[in-house]
């Protein structure tokens, strides 16, 4: 089983995935993001500046279990080089993880250790660098990208190794993930079995 094929596509659902378990992590485990360690970072930090301590540390615990997913999908690559492993694994937990009776806050950490995983299994798509789980710098180098596409004889810098449409694409997903594992909340008792089917998906295309 391995990666291969369709870097945009592949890009793009991983984008939705993390969308979801965002959307659906935020909503349903203590309005505490999954995937998205920035906004963690800051709403602990708002806590701490507001005497929250106990709203601070669970809003950064989740950051400890997304860098272990992160080593662990590393240390898969280094041993077998395949990160369809760590995806598999990503998407097994998250498929199992409503049936398991854990509270919410026990959830939440399992759904960041499975960003880790993901964020760490496939870096590259297609020769470009490209994270599913962070869409800060993805905006920043859509718009390297646009802007060398739009005038490139003007460049001094370096031009983009991706292209606005791929970048746009992975940012795309990200939003539609979140809307999706928004709506699905309302549609389904269990939504994080449709993005575990998503890595299904990734990994056979």
């Known amino acids: 089983m391995t990666i291969a094929g369709q870097p945009t596509l592949q890009a793009t659902l991983l984008t939705v995935v993390a969308g979801i378990a965002d959307a659906v992590g935020y909503i349903t485990m203590g309005a505490v993001f999954a995937a ?5 970072t800051v709403l602990a930090g708002i806590a701490v500046a507001e005497k ?3 709203d601070a540390a669970r809003h950064l615990s989740p950051l400890v279990t997304f860098f ?3 080593m662990l999908a590393r240390l898969i690559l280094r041993l ?9 694994i990503e998407a097994l937990l998250l498929a ?3 049936f398991l009776p854990l509270g919410a806050e026990s ?13 760490s299994a ?5 020769g470009a660098s490209i994270s599913t789980v962070v869409v800060t710098s993805t905006l920043a180098r859509t718009a390297d990208a646009a802007l ?3 005038l490139p004889g003007a460049a001094k810098a370096p031009p983009a190794k991706t292209t606005p449409r791929l970048l746009l694409l992975t940012w795309l997903g990200y939003l539609a993930g979140a809307v999706a594992g928004a709506l699905l909340l309302h549609v389904m008792p269990y939504p994080l079995i449709v993005p575990a089917v998503l890595l299904v998906l990734v990994m056979f295309l």
């Open 36 to 40: 998205n360690m920035t906004g963690n």
């Open 80 to 88: 077998w080089h395949r990160p369809a492993i760590a995806i598999a």
């Open 52 to 54: 929250r301590y106990s």
């Open 122 to 126: 496939i870096t590259q798509f297609g």
């Open 96 to 98: 199992g993880l409503d």
């Open 148 to 150: 060398d596409a739009l």
């Open 68 to 70: 272990i997913g992160a």
């Open 107 to 119: 959830k939440v950490l399992i759904v960041a250790f499975a960003m880790g995983l993901q964020a």
